[in-house]
């Protein structure tokens, strides 16, 4: 068992933390931003002069979803002074946000650069087992609905449709001047995934929420597992 399953489940727990998920899927080949706890502003600004600056910093609690709703993340800190003073000012904002939330610290990441955002996800389904999603960020997802599923595992024609399936596909070939994504890469992504849920029976529940899809390549900032009930 990896590392990080183990540790949850040592600890009674189904949901991995960002930091222990992207180590995990770090381990598997798959492209993340990799984060590091910290437990103090001084160990955060060390975290954060290795990575290099820009960095992100997030709440990490087993008891918060979405940590940009409680004030939970902050991008682009440039200095030692910004993480320090961002650890702390983050530290009181999540308490204030998310009362009784148990907090193990905050996770320092590399900054990746702008692009599209993109939803790699994997649920079970009870009949078909592991499912794949596919679809752009925020309102394409959330209003929209424009998704594509597949069953895993996924050939690479499959990748090749899923991606092609949804509606917004032109965005990510890159519309009126603005910059397209590497598609190549993202059916990579989709082949990489899949070849992961094949090798982890274990994970019930993927969330790579987003990926940023960039014309050099695909980065995933942001993930979540969920394993099946021991
Ligand atoms: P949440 O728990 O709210 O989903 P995320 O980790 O997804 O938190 O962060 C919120 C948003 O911040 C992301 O959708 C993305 O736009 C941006 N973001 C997060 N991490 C990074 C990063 N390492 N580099 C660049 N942008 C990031
Ligand atoms: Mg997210």
Known sequence: ?????????????TLLTEVE????????GIPVTVSKLATTADEAAKIARSIGYPVVMKVVSGDIAHKSDV????????????????FEEMMSRVKANAPGAKIDGVAVQQMAESGTEVI????TDPQFGHVMMF???GIFVEVLKDVAFR?????????SQLVREIKAFPVLEGVRGQAGADVAAL????????????????????????????????????????????
């Open 71 to 86: 004030g939970g993340v902050m991008l682009g800190l440039k200095t030692a002074k910004a993480v320090k003073d961002g």
């Open 21 to 28: 998920s992207k180590e995990l899927l770090h381990g598997a």
């Open 135 to 137: 679809g752009l960020g």
């Open 151 to 159: 069953i895993v595992p996924l050939e690479p024609r499959d990748a």
């Open 187 to 230: 059916e990579r992504l989709l082949l990489q995934v899949s070849e992961f849920a094949v090798a982890h029976p274990e994970v019930r529940e993927l969330d790579l929420n987003p990926v940023i899809a960039r014309p050099d390549g695909v980065i995933a900032v942001d993930a979540r597992v969920v394993l099946t009930e021991a």
């Open 120 to 123: 790699v996800g994997l649920t």
């Open 1 to 13: 068992m990896s590392e990080p399953i183990a540790a949850a489940r040592a600890a009674g727990r």
